[in-house]
């Protein structure tokens, strides 16, 4: 008889069972080994490998630089920590938007090379040619609708979307569009809790909101927005469970003064 206790997988059934039986789904976002243990065992429904680590990682100012290769490397790094949730990956900025092929060999790429379990697309009708070549290929597919980062050169601000009508109809029909393309799920980002609301009602997948109010099936935040560590994000729909920044400077700060006046290392921290 086995000693180690099996955990149960998330898989996209189960996300979309929560939603027949009124369960909230919790996602977050991991890049590396060490945080996607953390946030793992925390035990959120769903680790996001998200294209946000062109920010929060690499330092870039939009998403649209990282490439697929990084997104890979990202991807291989959560999925070998991860013991029990489901792990999408972010298809990154011209990695599906050229044509359907290329969508389906930058999918096979990640679920090939990383392991992960799913993968995430931005965009609704005029994607829906290669979100459905995905799926048929046997990837499940996660939408994203309303705020869609990569496409902020066309927006010009990170502001929330669809508050004028044809923009809400717009996303109330991509979703319909998601929904019957066989999507498992669907991200809202910034757009009004009562269009969030009317959307997550008219479909029978769950809907992660994130800045889109409390009506959606589950929530997604950045983990570094969410413990801290992005310093000035703040924005309405965050809400900040640590200040790691400050804790983790102060700690620096005291590493330094330890190593400066002789402190450190002590004769225990030594051979
Ligand atoms: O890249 C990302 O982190 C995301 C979430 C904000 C949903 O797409």
């Known amino acids: 008889m086995s000693v180690h206790k099996e955990v149960k997988r998330i898989t996209t059934n189960t996300i979309q069972e929560m939603k027949q039986k009124c369960e909230k789904i919790a996602m977050l976002t991991s890049y590396d080994y060490s945080m996607a243990t953390i946030v793992d065992e925390g035990g959120v429904d769903v680790i996001l490998v998200g294209d946000s680590a062109s920010n929060v990682m690499a330092g870039h100012e939009t998403t649209l630089p990282i490439t697929l290769d990084q997104m890979i490397y990202h991807a291989q790094s959560v999925v070998r920590a991860v013991k029990r949730a489901l792990v999408v990956v972010d298809l990154p900025f011209g990695s599906y938007q050229g044509n359907s092929k290329e969508a389906l060999n930058s999918a096979i790429r990640i679920m090939k090379e990383s392991g992960a379990h799913a993968v995430k697309l931005e965009g609704g009708l005029e994607i829906r040619e290669s979100i459905e070549r995905i799926i048929t290929a046997g990837i499940p597919v996660m939408g994203h609708l309303g705020l869609t980062p990569q496409s902020i050169y066309k927006f010009g601000t990170y502001t929330v979307r669809a508050k004028e009508e044809a923009e809400a109809e717009k996303l109330k029909q991509d979703i319909m569009v998601l929904q019957d393309a066989g999507c498992f799920s669907v ?35 950045v983990i570094n ?6 310093k000035g994000f703040k924005p309405r729909f965050l809400r900040q469970y640590l200040n ?9 700060q005291s590493y330094v003064q330890d190593v400066k006046r002789g402190d450190f290392p002590n004769e225990k921290e030594q051979y």
């Open 187 to 221: 991200v809202l980002e910034k757009i009004p809790a009562i269009l969030a609301k009317e959307a997550t009602d008219s479909i029978k997948i769950p809907t992660i909101g994130i800045g889109a109010g409390p009506h959606c099936d589950g929530q997604v935040l």
């Open 244 to 252: 790691l920044f400050d804790q983790i400077n102060g700690a620096v």
């Open 225 to 230: 927005d969410m413990i801290g560590l992005t």
